[in-house]
């Protein structure tokens, strides 16, 4: 990526050249190359979502942290376990698409197990089935990134009773992504898999990069316990 990465109008560039990005193999392989400069460049944005997810699951959580494992599903460079750790969460393990993001994650010395896994296309492993006390996906929730057809799995991974927190952005270009996910979500209450805990719209997200909008974009934290 570039030099110059670490300015507002830099940054802005190189998430605006992701959009070029069509197919998941793209996307994983623009990450692969931002990875290096990931952690400068969205605290540029003031990306909120990891501490925000992190308090969120965190204020329902009310089992012991110390001993609870965590799934960290889209991980990056380890922003989330970063900031569940300072909670008191005790063990992380995590999976990601990009290699690059992943050697990020490892360099963090917090995850017990790293994964690479292309979400959507490749399931996760059968053995982690009702394993995991708390499962999260923070900023990969949306139009051309991770599927909402996973949520399945990460529920299928979480244990009887544990949580799940997701995020996603409610800007312009992802307002059919997230109806059709909140439209799964329902679904899957219906279906008595899980129980709403918590919905929250937040207003200042993260800083907006497209030419349509200005400021701040809006997203939304969800998180649900499963039965
Ligand atoms: C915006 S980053 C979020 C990383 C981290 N959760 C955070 O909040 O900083 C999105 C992450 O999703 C991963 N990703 C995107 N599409 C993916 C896919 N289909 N399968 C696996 N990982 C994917 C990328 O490699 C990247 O690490």
Redesign the pocket.
């Known amino acids: 990526m570039s030099a110059n990465s670490n300015t507002f109008d830099g940054v802005k560039a190189v998430i605006l050249s992701a959009h070029k990005s069509t197919t998941?193999e793209e996307?994983?392989s623009f990450?692969n190359r931002w990875a290096e400069t990931y952690d400068r460049d969205?605290a540029v944005l003031d990306?909120r979502?990891?501490s925000l997810a992190a308090n969120s699951i965190s204020s329902h959580f009310n089992a012991v942290r110390e001993a609870a494992v965590v799934l960290?599903v889209?991980?990056?460079?380890g922003?989330?376990a970063k900031q569940m750790k300072k909670l008191g969460f005790g063990h992380f393990v995590g999976?990601?698409?990009?290699k690059a993001?992943l050697d990020k994650a490892r360099e963090t010395g917090l995850y017990q197990d790293l994964k690479q896994?292309?979400?959507?296309?490749e399931p996760l492993p059968v053995q982690w089935a009702d394993t995991f006390d708390a499962v999260v996906i923070?900023?990969?929730l949306s139009v051309g990134?991770?599927s909402f057809s996973v949520i399945r799995d990460l529920w299928n991974v979480t244990k009887p009773g544990g949580y799940i927190c997701m995020t996603t952005r409610s800007n312009y270009d992802n307002v059919e992504y997230k109806a059709a996910l909140e439209s799964e979500l329902r679904q899957m209450e219906e279906e008595e898999l899980w129980t709403c805990l918590e919905v929250t719209e937040v207003e200042d997200w993260e800083r907006a990069v497209s030419e349509e909008e200005d400021g701040y974009i809006s997203g939304a934290v969800y998180v649900y316990k499963k039965h």
Do not use: H, N, R
Request: some cysteine.
């Open positions: 998941s996307k994983i990450y969205v990306y979502a990891p960290d889209a991980c990056g460079t922003l989330v999976v990601d698409g990009s993001m896994c292309l979400l959507g296309e923070v900023g990969a990134q991770v």
